[in-house]
């Protein structure tokens, strides 16, 4: 051990040379600029041949300065901007290496800092890591106003252009756009667009945000007369959305930006949004979001975003009164492409419009969300119409009822004869197939947007059919990520359920580093929250601006308003940054405060009876009511107030104030025995009913491995069909796994006959379903027909790919610990089949990569484990008595093979683990595990019980 230096501290003349800081990142995506600059935290990863841990860290950071001129005169190129000094904060005896505070207090508006950590280990101190630069956001606009026009631009018609011609005599050292929109904008400087970005601002809860944009435009610009053009659309801000009809928040289109140059001398420029703008109307004539956009290419005024164009005739901008406090920066990745899906393109398929027009089929591979650009040959005044559905029936026709209302049709009057490139913009579509009426289609791509979140893990198993299904349901976060997370990307819907993000907050944030994303959209929840602290149904809430729907149903509901704690909680969990948790204590704590109000409202100690969406869509429920579910309403509205208590009990202790925390615990418990004495029974009689007693804790934990074993004899007695909703499906598998039935777990989980999730695999699905049985064995489509006749059957709904949860942490073995989160100490509780073979997940934390990989040899289970630095992992193995576990380390001769117990913690560093005589799940007999099954320690089955893990 290295004597420490001052303080306590490594001595910072000693050098490990062997160990450096990798991926320092903020909270922040790494490409956003004009992010708040006042809450930023670093967190950094190491990987080291000396050290398994982190003793101490170190962070300098240097602003930009004002611009400077460098040596000889000459601009400094953009990010060298007069740079100051690195001033260096005190060295802090501290592990910690995730969501640090550093020092330096906050970024001011506008500039840009750049801050680089080194660390101490046992050996010494690592070399300074490689600066991470974050800009922060300028603050309010102060030239810039809401500008918008012609009056009377009917919703769903033309879309508007905006443009203004900005005079630049010498080029600036630094130039900055921040732009927002009331409606969905394009931007465009000198004809190229700005940022790769759709859809712009996004959707949030408009009438409390909107969000900013900042783009560096400093290489865009150019000396002499610049132009800036715009395109705005309806979008959600006036669009038709849900059931509710449109122009919701607003009936204007507006736009605001400001143009910021910065010169070498320190002299500076605003070009903001006023009436000097000129407005007018392109060839845009119609788009929505659902319906798509039609564009009538003759009319595209020639060169309107190019200087020289004659904007005479167009009118001048008017200024619209729009509070801009509504404006902020925002703190999450824009839409963007994420991927391009080559499409088949056949001639000859049947349209099903009647038209007698030569028809294109385009298939692509994946469902997708997003549009086709085509390559196309036609004639001057030739309309090409572009029908999307995501799926065709026998005859090969494109299925268009599960679209309902939405049109989902893109058009283009062509302006000569000829090639053409064609794409949409101000829409978006879920679509597999498309129908291409009109012109000779030369090649089709289809252009997948999403929320651009960084892919995060990988899976594989020895089964090619689960592998696609997780695929499925990575592709169903992708389409379904767009601004918010959606339903469904197809419908005349894509709304911010809450009860489909509650579903599937934990697999959203193994999948993809999503927390930026709900960091925003939590924003959402909690400004559209009730001043009774009831939370909305959909997120942004629009349903009850626009009163189209009773309040009963629209908040307050059981497992959609309760993602208030549970997305918070997912993302601490997967991320330990405890910044998610801070941002909704409040609340968390109005929520759980509301169901205490309801309780008390009625004087029985019982919430009143009420709507509910329940169990929603469980497979026994008729299909046309699926909130009549098999499992009682009123007893999932209890057990999830449960368990809305017990989050908040937990988000207090770890951000908040202990008393709460006993409070909240205390009306957990009380209402936890009042609804078990009072719905035992029931809920003993259903996967749901037994699932939500376990893992929500209202049963009590004396009778956790009773309700356990009535769970597995539900399943076995059923042969693994899946018979939860979206309340019971996240918990039915870990409630399985919790009280010791592994094997009736995989007998859900690799069924393949309906209703089930490998079903829908074996069907072709490329995305997930939101119904168990939208297509019938014998090929026949579901109706989807709803008791108020409407059609709900889409092929793109990720809440059942929740289960994906379950096998990260127990197919593959790699889970975060509540109690250490963010993978800093792993969790490798496998649960081995040998049905599957192998299985292997790597996820990347902030710590590093971590993964686990088994496989089976004879009785024996062989484990890679893969532990970054300055982490550890817990090890939770499946062993029978009899069972020995060894690990494995050195190679060839020198093999050193030491015993360790099945619930041993490892630090960092690659371990193979053998575990002789494991345990393995019997899938085909899905009745226990041949022996006394033992779990972190504990007899959980086969043997005398001690009441579940
Ligand atoms: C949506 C669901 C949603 C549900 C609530 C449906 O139309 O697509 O995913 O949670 O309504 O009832």
Do not use: K
Request: hydrophobic content about 40%; overall charge negative.
């Amino acid at each position: 051990m290295t004597p420490p230096g001052s303080r306590g501290l490594p001595d910072v003349q000693r050098r490990d040379e062997g160990t450096r800081v990798v991926a320092l990142h903020s909270q922040y995506p790494a490409d956003l600029v004009g992010v708040p600059g006042d809450d930023v935290r670093l967190s950094w990863a190491a990987e080291s041949t000396t050290a398994t841990a982190q003793v101490a860290y170190q962070v300098r950071w240097r602003d930009d300065g004002e611009p400077a001129p460098n040596d000889r005169g000459e601009p400094c190129p953009d990010g060298d901007l007069g740079e100051g000094e690195w001033h260096d904060g005190e060295p802090v005896l501290d592990d910690r290496s995730l969501a640090v505070v550093p020092p330096g207090g906050a970024i001011p508006p506008g500039r840009a800092r750049s801050f680089r950590v080194r660390i101490a280990t046992a050996h010494g101190w690592t070399a300074w890591s490689a600066p991470l630069r974050v800009e922060a956001y300028a603050g309010g606009f102060t030239a810039g106003r809401v500008i918008g026009s012609h009056d009377g631009v009917p919703i769903g018609g033309p879309a508007l252009y905006l443009r203004r011609e900005v005079h630049v005599d010498r080029r600036p050292v630094r130039a900055r756009l921040r732009i927002s929109s009331l409606g969905v904008h394009d931007v465009l400087l000198n004809g190229e667009r700005v940022g790769a970005e759709h859809l712009s601002p996004g959707w949030t809860s408009y009438e409390h945000r909107i969000l900013v944009a900042t783009h560096d435009v400093t290489a865009q610009l150019e000396r002499g007369t610049n132009v800036l053009a715009v395109v705005v659309g309806d979008g959600w801000y006036r669009g038709r959305l849900g059931w509710t009809g449109s122009g919701l928040y607003g009936a204007d289109l507006g736009l605001v930006a400001e143009l910021v140059l910065e010169h070498a001398d320190g002299a500076r420029e605003v070009v903001g949004t006023d009436s000097s703008w000129r407005v007018g109307l392109g060839g845009v004539q119609c788009h929505s979001l659902y319906d798509g956009y039609e564009v009538d290419l003759r009319d595209e005024p020639d060169g309107w975003n190019r200087a020289g164009f004659d904007d005479s005739g167009w009118a001048p901008a008017r200024v619209l009164d729009v509070p801009m406090s509504r404006f902020e920066p925002r703190i999450a990745s824009p839409v963007r492409t994420v991927a391009e899906v080559p499409g088949v393109v056949s001639v000859g398929s049947p349209s099903g419009t009647g038209s007698g027009a030569a028809v294109t089929r385009v298939d692509l591979p994946q469902n997708i969300t997003g549009w086709l650009r085509l390559r196309v040959r036609g004639r001057a005044g030739e309309r090409i119409e572009v029908r999307h559905a995501e799926i065709v029936d026998d005859a090969g026709a494109l299925r268009l009822e599960p679209l309902r209302t939405a049109r989902a049709v893109d058009a283009y009057t062509l302006d000569h004869d000829g090639e053409h490139v064609l794409e949409p913009r101000l829409t978006y579509h879920g679509f597999q197939h498309a129908d291409v009426v009109g012109g000779e289609v030369l090649a089709a791509v289809g252009v997948a947007i999403s929320s651009a979140l960084t892919p995060r893990s990988e899976l594989a198993t020895g089964r090619a059919d689960l592998d696609r299904f997780h695929e499925n349901v990575r592709w169903s976060q992708r389409d379904n990520f767009t601004s918010l997370p959606t339903d469904c990307p197809q419908r005349d819907e894509r709304l911010g359920w809450t009860g489909d993000a509650r579903a599937f907050a934990a697999t959203a944030s193994t999948l993809f580093d999503s927390t930026a994303f709900w960091r925003s959209w939590l924003r959402d929840l909690a400004a559209d929250q009730r001043p009774d602290g009831a939370v909305t149904t959909v997120v942004p809430n629009h349903l009850l601006l626009g009163g189209a729907a009773p309040e009963t149903y629209m908040q307050g509901r059981a497992g959609w308003a309760d993602a208030t704690l549970v997305v918070p909680w997912a993302v601490y969990e997967s991320t330990g940054d405890e910044q998610a948790l801070r941002e909704q204590l409040t609340t968390g704590r109005a929520w759980v405060g509301y169901l205490a109000d309801r309780l008390a409202s009625t004087g029985t100690g019982f919430l009143p009876e009420e709507f509910q969406y329940g169990d929603w869509l469980d497979p026994a429920a008729p299909p046309d009511e699926p909130h009549l579910a098999t499992t009682s309403s009123a007893f999932v509205a209890h057990a999830f107030l449960v368990w809305s208590a017990r989050l908040l009990g937990r988000v207090e202790r770890v951000v908040g104030d202990v008393a709460l925390a006993v409070a909240a615990e205390a009306l957990a418990e009380e209402v936890a025995a009042r609804t078990w004495a009072r719905w035992r029974d029931h809920a003993l009689g259903t996967q749901t009913g037994c699932a939500l007693a376990i893992e929500l804790g209202v049963a009590p934990e004396a009778e956790h491995a009773v309700v356990g074993d009535r769970l597995g004899a539900l399943v076995r007695a059923s042969d693994g069909r899946i018979a939860t909703g979206f309340l019971g499906t996240p918990h039915v598998l870990p409630a399985l796994t919790r009280t010791g039935h592994d094997a009736e777990a995989y007998r859900m989980l690799l069924r393949d006959e309906p209703p089930s999730w490998l079903y829908q695999v074996r069907q072709g699905a490329t995305t997930v379903w939101e119904r168990w049985d939208a297509i019938r064995p014998d090929g026949s489509i579901h109706d989807g027909r709803m008791a108020q006749g409407d059609v709900m059957l889409s092929f793109n709904h990720y809440a059942y790919g929740a289960v994906i949860d379950w096998v990260y942490r127990h197919v593959a073995g790699l889970a975060p610990d509540p109690a250490d989160p963010g993978y800093r100490t792993l969790v490798v509780a496998p649960r081995p089949a040998r049905a599957l073979g192998r299985a292997s997940a790597s996820v990347l934390t902030s710590f590093g990569r971590a993964s686990v990989a088994w496989w089976v040899d004879g009785d024996d289970l062989l484990l890679d484990v893969e532990v970054p630095f300055n982490a550890r992992a817990r090890l939770d193995l499946a062993v029978v008595e009899g069972s020995r576990v060894e690990v494995v380390s050195g190679r060839g001769g020198a093999v050193d093979r030491r015993a360790i117990g099945p619930d041993a913690v490892l630090p960092a560093g690659a371990h193979r683990i053998v575990v002789r005589r494991a345990r393995f799940a019997d899938v085909s007999v899905g009745g226990g595990a041949g022996g006394r099954v033992v779990s972190g320690g504990r007899v959980v089955s086969g043997g005398a019980r001690d009441g579940g893990a």
